[in-house]
């Protein structure tokens, strides 16, 4: 586990599309340099010959939030993604977020599971959103 390095963008872009994250309203690269312009340090990967897992952290002083939490489709089940989520974690509660959010896609119901193997729980919210800078 390690933070985030310039020279691992297309590594981690790539391991995204293999995950099925990207959507085209997203440009994954300015997500990434976005990323890099706040709290850089809570971005991080995995590597084992090469980059194997993913997860972008935040914290607004209220509330913690995880993105792009990936991992490679061929190492899932060896505890590569519950080890980069608490890796995550530390760093948050190092910070002293006492919640961590995140938010599953409607229909990704097959990594609801994982989640709720990591303690989280529905928050009985209603995610939405409204893009203010179109990429």
């Known amino acids: 586990m390690r933070p985030f390095e310039v020279g691992d963008t297309e590594e981690v872009v790539a391991l995204w599309d293999r995950c099925g994250l990207l959507r085209p309203w997203n440009d994954p690269r300015k997500d ?10 809570l971005f991080f990967v995995a590597e084992s010959d090469g980059v194997v897992a993913t997860a972008m952290a935040g914290y607004d002083g209220h509330r913690g939030w995880l993105y792009y939490v990936a991992v490679a489709p061929e190492r899932r089940g060896e505890g ?7 890796h995550s974690e530390s760093a948050l509660t190092n910070l002293g977020c006492p919640k961590i959010n ?34």
């Open 32 to 41: 990434i340099e976005r990323k890099l312009t706040v709290q850089p340090e």
């Open 80 to 86: 590569i993604g519950r080890d980069i989520v608490a």
């Open 102 to 135: 995140v938010q599953i896609r409607s229909g990704n119901d097959a990594v609801q599971s994982f989640w709720s193997g990591l303690g989280f729980e529905p928050d009985q919210a209603t995610g939405m959103g409204k893009r203010l800078i179109p990429d």
